[in-house]
């Protein structure tokens, strides 16, 4: 966030504006913004928000305008709720609180490289934790690790983490995804670390509905010391199980691609809805846009939408991408075999059975090939944020995934078929 004295309005990015709940007001065409440049900048509309300076919040009117810092707070915002800008202690002042400000082109310049203590061998498509040492020690206390972008690191990830670089050695989680080992030099750039700038330790808030199915209380397979272990194991992991159909995940450790070379896109009118049909499309839409699942679309494709009642009586919504997988480029990924599945069961007395929440809405789509998932409503074009179901290649893509996330694990001991996944004991 970004303090600017010489910025008349506070200002949002366009692209965190869309992922925002608050409603966003577009705005005419004829609002510009002068830059310090000189250049014009569109205004694309306004929102009400609460901002978190310090500790406190403040509900302030926020311009949304393609800008290149996140969020700019301006004069407006300063005067308004009385903040006191003190550049020679570096900080800002309000209601008898000190808030610490930092120099963006001194904080780049602290961030600082980790290296390999020792030489790493990481298998294909496997996990490692390695231990790292700072380049420079003692240039501050904590940091958070991110990818060295000084150094091509193609098909490797690694995980942001809060980390004291006062111990002994810094653990990096690293992701090999390519499909021979890669081989980790001791001295060799694993990870960046960039300075935190402040720690605020908030106790973790669990909302009311969140609790565990009151089915848990009927365990009556198993004896009163395995019932509570079970309690307890699933209480402590509470916050990896979905509390309702909004609260779906999101996995950052791959991208749904939809390749159509040179193709042009593909358009297709709507089709025809009954009337009751409609309403009940509409409020699909918005609950999807609700749960930041689809956006606004401006682009060339377009796909027609339909409506199938399920056997509960509820609707499912599909998108016909038949034209559109007809000119993608196929994904040979294998499927697990069902036979051999029921194979490495054989033997085995215990099954514990997990089923991903809506597991394709937890992969999203490289922005670049969002407008191809595009469809019609009456209320406009949409696309898709998330790997919607239709597409040819989305199973090949979340089969790779679930292999990659469960790499390590025996494959008699823990199976997995798309988004089920059973764990067997014997």
Not at 48 to 68: L, P, W
Not at 112 to 133: D, F, M, W
Not at 167 to 193: F, H, S, Y
């Amino acid at each position: 966030m970004l303090v600017d004295t010489g910025a008349n309005v506070t200002l949002l990015r366009t692209d965190l504006a869309q992922k925002l709940k608050e409603q966003l007001i577009y705005t005419g065409p004829n609002i510009s913004l002068k830059t310090a440049t000189g250049e014009k900048t569109e205004v694309r509309g306004k929102l009400d928000a609460s901002i978190e300076c310090g500790s406190r919040k403040f509900h302030h009117r926020i311009y949304v305008a393609d800008v290149t810092d996140p969020c700019i707070l301006g004069l407006d915002f300063l005067k308004k709720f009385n903040f006191t800008v003190d550049l020679e202690k570096n900080e800002i002042r309000t209601g008898g609180e000190e808030i610490p400000l930092f120099s963006a082109s001194v904080q780049h310049l602290k961030s600082c490289s980790v290296l390999a203590k020792k030489r790493t061998i990481i298998p294909a498509r496997s996990e490692c934790l390695i231990q790292g040492v700072p380049e420079v020690p003692e240039q501050f206390r904590y940091g958070v690790t991110n990818f060295p972008s000084q150094v091509s690191q193609k098909g490797d990830l690694v995980a942001s983490a809060l980390v004291d670089l006062e111990r002994e050695a810094i653990p990096v989680r690293v992701l090999n995804l390519n499909n021979k080992p890669k081989i980790l030099d001791e001295g060799a750039v694993i990870a960046t670390c960039e300075p935190v700038v402040d720690i605020v330790v908030r106790p973790q808030k669990f909302s009311g509905g969140q609790h565990l199915p009151s089915s848990l209380d009927n365990l009556e397979i198993l004896d009163e010391g395995q019932r509570t272990a079970v309690r307890k194991l699933l209480k402590e992991f509470q916050n990896l199980f979905s509390t309702c159909d909004a609260d779906v995940g999101c996995c950052n450790m791959t991208q749904h691609r939809i390749n159509t070379g040179d193709h042009p896109p593909i358009k297709q009118y709507p089709r025809r809805l009954p009337l009751a049909r409609k309403e009940e499309a509409d409020n699909i839409v918005k609950e999807m846009v609700d749960n930041r699942i689809i956006e606004e679309s401006s682009g060339p494709s377009a796909s027609p939408i339909v409506l199938v009642k399920k056997k509960d009586g509820s609707t499912r919504f599909y998108v016909d991408y038949r034209k559109l997988n007809e000119i993608t480029k196929k994904d040979s990924y294998p499927l697990p075999r069902i036979d051999d599945t029921l194979d490495a069961l054989n033997g085995s007395q215990w099954f514990t059975t997990l089923d991903l929440k809506s597991g394709y809405w937890q992969v999203e789509i490289i922005p670049e090939d969002r407008e191809k998932t595009a469809f019609t409503t009456r209320q406009g074009l949409w696309q898709f944020k998330v790997m919607p179901f239709g597409l040819c290649n989305a199973p090949a893509t979340f089969e790779r995934l679930m292999e990659t996330v469960l790499r390590g694990l025996s494959s008699e001991a823990c199976l997995v078929y798309l988004d089920d996944i059973i764990i067997v004991g014997r």
